[in-house]
């Protein structure tokens, strides 16, 4: 009862604090770390507030291929519904991205693009663009003439690639104006400095009229370069850069106080990237490649530019402050929640100790059933411990009482006989403890126990058996135990021919084969034991009115109970005397031949008899007629046909010719040949007494070839010629 109180409150707890259930975690990897990507960064955020259930994962590389490769990795393994990548160089990065869209993962490449198309969709301005529009602006500003320096971006990044392409595009229409070097950066305001500097150690006398920083920062860096050099204020070349952001020392306010001529805005809307991941996942239509839109900043429009972004920001601010407020709200509501939930608490308690009363019972009741399984479990111990006794008591008490018959022992000198009757009778002493200690230790069992899994064993190879062979009774013996087998044998072959199998398997192919008078089968075997195998011969057509004795060791009421519904007709325990299962045997077999004489009348008389006074008929009669009525349908349906072979007739029924022949001889003691004369016969004489037909028109209609055929058949089956039974 404690414990469940307990789980209650934590499961309220926690169903209070996790009221925000995240719907879509989208990982986002950058690049790098600068302003520009803190403003997209915060977009990015500020954005997912207006979808429900967002959580955001970012990374950060800091220019390194290395790192930006683990990161994507780890981003995937953690679980991420969507990925947003800005890859740091155009080919290394490439794998990673291609590793997460094949994953199933959808990915967005934003500002940056790399070699490989394995992405979900695009977002970026378009470089290429910039580069050439701040070419076409420079040459402008320069009228046509002077010395140009390029500050490249990070080596084999899309940006620096798109914007260079650009800008050399812009100039090649300007032959007066000279690109006197072209420095490899990375983006940031230290590395440009460095190369700018040493750069100009070297070639001081060289001017330099303007410097294109592939970003803001790598224009400031060039400018705080060359003043570290000695050049003054009033001798500074021109700088311009690319970037544009708003804020303290943004492009825009450099622009705006005459520190860089002229910038580009890059746009960052990160509003607009969380939007189209959103719509991705949400399933919705979208755009693969979208570019965004970008100005030129100079200082005709920074005053302005600079006033709207402050506004921007502003709004922004706002924004999160309100964002803010919203979750303070929340946090006020999930308080009442969890005061909502304490109230009901108290109720729920009661019902709590209802369900403790409950679970108690059930309790209980688990232990009743346990109780029974361990009583099942004894019971199967049991059970196999009485197979492994009782079989090789069968094998010496049965063997002994038939020794006690020969002319050997009888005449046996007294000391012999002495030892052999201490042997017998102490092997009956033996029988009598063994069964007295089953049946106490399982007397408190009344349920039958599912038979235990056995080893499989290969079915023995038996000789295929003629129709010929059949006026000697055919017995099946199935038992996995060889000397059991054996030990039948000198029983039975004298009088009846034998075929054996090593277990149910082996035993039902060979018994749908070879369709035998009886079969004699164990109950516990490997592959299909004896009650299965009892089963599926009585409700096999070819098979099921073969009679079954199941011969084993289980000697519990229960477990006969199982042999008799399984469909056995005789159940033998072991150890068991061979008089015994003779006279068994005998019995079944004359059963069958009443049941056969009835049969073969009812053939004749066209309809059943119940022969109460025989045991089992009632249930063969069901059985069996709905099978004799088959085959007389099929019989009728063809019956001018005079080409029908037992072959036709089996495969109406799905029976093999030897099937057939087998199962028709035992129920009728006829052959099918013979009973199909027979119901030729019938409709013949039908048709003499009821209609104008000629001898010849109704032999033919029967299938008969010719019509002195019928007429011998006809004399032979009723005793009289079809033109005296006319006349």
């Not at 150890?575 to 079944?588: H, I, K, T, Y």
């Amino acid at each position: 009862m404690r414990h469940l109180v307990i789980s209650f409150f934590l499961t309220t707890l926690l169903c209070a604090c996790n009221s925000q259930h995240t719907r879509y975690v989208i990982g986002v990897s950058q690049c790098s770390e600068d302003i520009w990507r803190d403003k997209q960064n915060a977009e990015l955020q500020m954005g997912s507030y207006f979808y429900e259930g967002i959580e955001l994962k970012f990374a950060t590389a800091y220019d390194s291929d290395e790192r930006q490769i683990q990161q994507i990795d780890s981003l995937l393994s953690t679980g991420i519904d969507l990925l947003i990548v800005a890859p740091n160089q155009v080919a290394t990065i490439s794998p990673a991205i291609d590793r997460a869209f094949e994953s199933g993962i959808p990915v967005i490449v934003f500002e940056r693009k790399t070699n490989s198309k394995k992405y979900t969709a695009f977002m970026g301005a378009d470089n290429y663009e910039m580069g050439r529009q701040m070419g076409a602006y420079i040459a402008t500003r320069l009228q046509g003439h002077g010395n140009v320096m390029e500050v490249m971006g990070l080596k084999g990044s899309s940006p620096a690639i798109d914007r260079h392409k650009g800008f050399i595009e812009a100039l090649s229409h300007y032959p007066d104006i000279n690109i006197i070097a072209t420095l490899q950066g990375d983006w940031t305001e230290q590395t440009s400095y460095s190369i700018v500097k040493e750069w100009y150690s070297h070639h001081k006398t060289v001017p330099v009229d303007l410097v294109f920083g592939m970003n803001d920062r790598s224009a400031i860096g060039a400018r705080k370069a060359l003043l570290d050099e000695g050049v003054t204020k009033e001798s500074l070349p021109l700088f311009c850069g690319i970037d544009g952001l708003p804020g303290k020392d943004g492009g825009i306010q450099l622009v705006r106080d005459s520190i860089l001529e002229a910038s580009y805005i890059y746009p960052t809307h990160g509003d607009r990237l969380i939007q189209l991941a959103v719509d991705i996942l949400d399933g919705k239509p979208f755009e693969k490649e979208t570019l965004l839109m970008s100005a030129l900043v100079t200082h005709d429009n920074a005053n302005v530019l600079l006033m709207q972004s402050e506004e921007v920001m502003r709004q922004t601010a706002y924004l999160e402050q309100l964002h803010e407020q919203a979750d303070s709200y929340l946090q006020k509501l999930d308080a009442q929640r969890m005061t909502t939930w304490l109230s009901v608490g108290m109720i729920v308690l009661l019902l709590l100790l209802l369900i403790s009363i409950y679970y108690y019972f059930l309790q209980k009741t688990r232990l009743s059933q346990e109780r029974t399984r361990m009583e099942h479990e004894k019971l199967d111990f049991y059970t196999q411990v009485s197979h492994e006794l009782r079989t090789p008591l069968t094998l010496i008490e049965g063997p002994l009482a038939q020794l006690a018959d020969t002319k050997d022992i009888r005449e046996a000198s007294p000391e012999a006989s002495g030892m052999f009757n201490i042997v017998r009778r102490n092997t009956q002493q033996l029988t009598i403890l063994i069964n007295k200690m089953l049946d106490v230790s399982t007397s408190s069992n009344t349920q039958s126990i599912p038979e235990p899994a056995a080893d499989t064993s290969l079915p023995l190879q038996q000789p295929t058996v003629s129709e010929s062979d059949y006026t000697k009774g055919l017995l099946l013996i199935v038992d996995d135990n060889d000397d059991i087998r054996t030990y039948l044998r000198t029983i039975l072959e004298k009088r009846y021919q034998l075929i054996e199998a090593a277990n149910g398997q082996a035993g039902l192919e060979m018994a749908c084969k070879e369709v035998p008078d009886l079969i004699i089968s164990d109950v516990m075997m490997p592959v299909m034991n004896g009650l299965e195998f009892c089963q599926r011969v009585k409700s096999d057509v070819a098979t099921s009115h073969v009679p079954v004795i199941l011969l084993t060791a289980r000697a519990l009421s229960q477990h006969q109970v199982e042999g008799y519904e399984s469909g056995a007709d005789a159940y033998i325990t072991k150890p068991f005397q061979p008089e015994v299962l003779m006279a068994r045997v005998d019995n079944l077999l004359r059963q069958r031949q009443k049941l056969r004489k009835l049969w073969s009348g009812t053939t004749h008389q066209e309809a059943p008899t119940k022969p109460e006074s025989i045991e089992g008929s009632n249930t063969l009669n069901v059985r069996e007629e709905a099978f004799i009525q088959r085959f007389r349908e099929v019989v009728t349906k063809q019956m001018s046909n005079s080409d029908l072979s037992v072959e036709d007739i089996g495969s109406e029924l799905n029976l093999s010719r030897v099937q057939l022949y087998r199962k028709i001889k035992a129920l009728t003691g006829q052959s099918p040949v013979e009973l199909t004369r027979h119901i030729r016969l019938k409709r013949g004489r039908d048709l003499l007494e009821t209609t104008d037909m000629t001898i010849s028109e109704i032999a033919y209609k029967v299938g008969f070839t010719a019509p002195s055929y019928f007429t011998k058949c006809f004399k032979d089956e009723f005793g009289i010629l079809p033109g005296e039974l006319r006349n």
